[in-house]
């Protein structure tokens, strides 16, 4: 059996912001949990888990629920590889100082 996950504290502060977010957008709209539950194609306890922050929510009901909101495409670009300055960082410092064309192997006669 495996064991119990309990998320980083930054974690969790990150999804209780992305679910207070969540729950402002909903109520800027106007918009009853039944519905934006329905439209997600979740329950209404799934939505007031994720409006919490709750970590044990799946990804994917984070997406439906976004989406249900007209908030989608936001969450596409989290880890775009062009805003990942670590990562283009450590790339830009693996780069080669010269550029060689690679040689011709000699054929054997």
Known sequence: MPTPHRAPLAVRRSLKK???DIKEARLRRALPASVVAA?????????QRIEAGDPGVGIGIYAAVLQALGLLDGLSDVADARRDETGLTLAAGALPQRARL????????
């Open 39 to 47: 439209r997600a194609f979740t329950s209404r306890p799934t939505l």
């Open 18 to 20: 992305l679910g207070l």
């Open 102 to 109: 690679p040689r011709k192997t000699r054929s054997s006669s």
